[in-house]
Structures are given as C-alpha cells and as structure tokens.
C-alpha cells in the first residue's frame, strides 16, 4: 500500500495539490483543521503532514506559528507550490452565463482584478476546492468556483480561464511534518534550520540573543514574533535560518541564542527546496 500524507482540506485543495507534486504517487489524507493533520501523523494514519505556512501575497498562514512548538512533530522538509486559480465551472456554463465566483476570502482577494474584468460577483467559501465542490453539486451556468485545476478533475468541472490571479508571483510554502527528525548528514549543502525560542525579559534580550548569528555569519531567512497565552509580555519567536545545527557556525549561533533564551527548541534541519535556491540566486 502507497504511503499516506496527510493535509487539512478537501479533496482538491492546494494543499492536496502540493501533496501531490512533493510526493507523487503518496495517497492523500484530507483533513478537517491542522489539529487533525497533525494528529494523523501521531496516530499512524499518515506518515507526513504537508502543513502552509507563508504565502508570498498573503503573509504567514494563521495558527501553524502556534501550534508547531506544541505539535510534537519535526520539520523535514519544505515545499514552494505555485498558487494558480482557476475559473471553473459546470458543463454548459461560459464567461457570458457566469455571475458569481465563488471561493476562499484569500483567493477571491487575489483574482479580484480578474473577477471584475469578467463582471462577477464573489462569494465568500469555506475553502477553495470546497467552493468546487458546492459548485458542481449546485450545477448551473450562473455559478463558477475559483480553484485549482486539481480541484476541477476531483469534481467534474470545466476550466473557463485559467491563471487568473492578479499576481504571477503567488506561491505557498508548506513544512512538511513527521514524527522523527530526519536531518541529512552535518555538512550537507543548502541545509535549513527551523527553531523557535522565547527571550528573557531584560533590556535589549533579542538584540543579543540574535548577535551571535551575525558574528557567526549565519544567514537568517524568517523571524516572526507571536505572543503565548495571551501575554503581552511572553514573547515567542519562529525562525528558519540557513545551514544544519549541527554545523560550527549554525551550532555556535544557537548556543549563543540559548544562553540569552529562556527557552530554545528547535524543530527540525532539512534540506532547501530548489525554489529557495532559485529565488537566492535571482536575488544576487
């Protein structure tokens, strides 16, 4: 039997799209929330999750930031999926029947140049490929579904138009989980660290917890900062930077960064997709 990878979502859904193109021939377990995602991995159901984490539009997807450091699961991966909308709809239905588009609040958000070209209304889903699927349950020439074209063969519709964000450069990161660490060997290439740490409450804590990345030459590539608990004065920190723990400057850093740190866990090394490589080069 094909391994499992888990993702919350329906069937169709950009993540199931990336699930998909990460790990061809994997089956795909479609999931309610996160929570459950992250409890199929925990419980056997599936050996990986495939969890979004920043989107280049969007920013950071909410709740993965708090829910990582408490999963119990690792980082072993990453995966950049290209976002690119579809207008699907039933058989018989045209640019010239369609009057509303239906879809997730952040896609309608990013196809809205589009959608006003073709004079459509939006309507607010729960998600995209379940848009899809209301779409072809309802019928009709008048609805259409903004989704992936992933979504368009799990049900039956046809694509109208495709690429139809306003945006070329729309693309997901998602971490993928497991039970165990998986880092490759110390001194592999492209390598990337994920931690989180909380600072100790004294003046200019995180500007000397971060020091040591800098006089040890680590590149840090995401830092976001989210409260705990609801406390204003409890402070997290989510990170990625290049290179393995296990390597003398990444380890140096982190054992700076733990000396300053009221808490340091780190959540997993792994290797850099090809599109982060794609992207650091473009950029130089």
Not at 98 to 109: I, N, Q, T, V, Y
Not at 145 to 169: F, Q, T
């Amino acid at each position: 039997m094909s391994p499992v990878i888990a993702f919350q979502g329906v069937p169709g859904a950009y993540s199931d799209l990336a699930c998909r193109a990460a790990y061809p021939g994997w089956r795909t377990l479609p999931c309610a929330s996160f929570e459950a995602a992250i409890a199929a991995v925990h419980e056997g159901e599936a050996r990986l999750a495939m969890l979004p984490c920043e989107n280049s539009l969007a920013g950071r997807v909410p709740d993965i930031h708090r829910l990582l450091p408490d999963s119990g699961l690792f980082v072993v991966g990453e995966h950049f999926q290209r976002v690119e909308h579809c207008l699907l709809a039933p058989r018989g239905a045209t640019l010239v029947t369609l009057k509303r588009a239906h879809s997730h609040p952040m896609a309608l958000g990013q196809v809205l140049h589009s959608l006003r070209a073709l004079g459509l209304e939006p309507v607010i889903e729960a998600d995209t490929a379940g848009a899809a699927k209301l779409v072809a349950e309802r019928g009709g020439v008048e609805d259409a579904a903004v989704a992936s074209s992933l979504a368009a063969e799990v049900y039956g519709l046809e694509i109208l138009k495709r690429n139809i964000e306003d945006a070329a450069h729309n693309t997901t990161r998602f971490y993928i989980m497991a039970r165990e660490p998986a880092p490759p060997p110390p001194g592999t290439p492209h390598c990337v660290t994920t931690f989180v740490f909380r600072v100790r409450n004294i003046p200019a804590a995180l500007y000397k917890a971060l020091g040591g990345f800098a006089t040890n030459g680590v590149n840090m590539t995401k830092l976001e900062s989210y409260m705990v608990g609801g406390h204003f004065a409890a402070t997290q920190f989510l990170c990625d930077v290049d290179g393995h723990a296990e390597d003398p400057p990444l380890r140096r850093a982190l054992e700076e960064l733990e000396f300053f740190s009221r808490e340091l866990k780190l959540l997993g090394t792994y290797r850099a997709h090809p599109y982060r490589l794609e992207q650091a080069a473009a950029a130089e």
